[in-house]
């Protein structure tokens, strides 16, 4: 599972795309979708990708609604571009939080982990 917050957040959702295998799930937190055009050109030139779509493996975007460093906009542009590749991606989003993390964002995220490798 790739995972990560703000810039690792960008950085999990590049490598889940681009890595070398297939991961069981891309998990980005407060994050956005870095380079878009280049990683998805990228991943497009590399049978990764019908894989990632195939195999319907879980892109769960997490942010806060009140995030002034990456604001919810990017994060929704960013699950617009994957679902538009074709891949599962879905976001939770918390309302008044910021760019950070909350209680709240952790029980969900520890939910989704369990599920996901249930």
Same mark, same amino acid.
């Given at each position: 599972?790739?995972?990560?917050?703000? %810039?690792?957040?960008?950085?999990? !959702? &590049?490598?889940?795309?681009? &890595? *070398?295998?297939? $991961?069981? &799930?891309?998990? $980005?937190?407060?994050?956005?979708?870095?380079? &878009?055009?280049?990683? !998805?050109?990228?991943?497009?030139?590399?049978?990764? =990708? +019908?894989?990632?779509?195939? @195999?319907?493996? *879980?892109?769960?975007?997490?942010?806060? +609604? %009140? +995030? *002034?460093?990456? *604001?919810?906009?990017?994060?929704?542009?960013?699950?617009?571009?994957?679902?538009?590749?074709? =891949?599962?991606?879905?976001?939770? @989003?918390?309302?008044?939080?910021?760019? /950070? /993390?909350?209680?709240?964002?952790?029980? +969900?995220?520890?939910?989704?982990?369990? @599920? /996901?490798?249930?």
């Amino acid at each position: 599972i790739f995972g990560g917050f703000s %810039q690792g957040a960008a950085i999990s !959702i &590049a490598a889940g795309l681009t &890595a *070398p295998y297939v $991961p069981r &799930a891309v998990m $980005p937190l407060s994050g956005f979708f870095a380079a &878009a055009t280049s990683v !998805i050109e990228l991943a497009k030139s590399t049978p990764h =990708l +019908d894989t990632l779509i195939k @195999e319907k493996v *879980p892109f769960a975007l997490f942010h806060g +609604d %009140q +995030d *002034p460093v990456l *604001p919810l906009g990017l994060a929704r542009a960013g699950l617009d571009k994957l679902r538009g590749l074709g =891949l599962n991606a879905s976001i939770k @989003e918390y309302p008044g939080m910021a760019h /950070t /993390t909350s209680e709240s964002e952790m029980k +969900d995220v520890i939910a989704w982990l369990a @599920e /996901t490798t249930a």
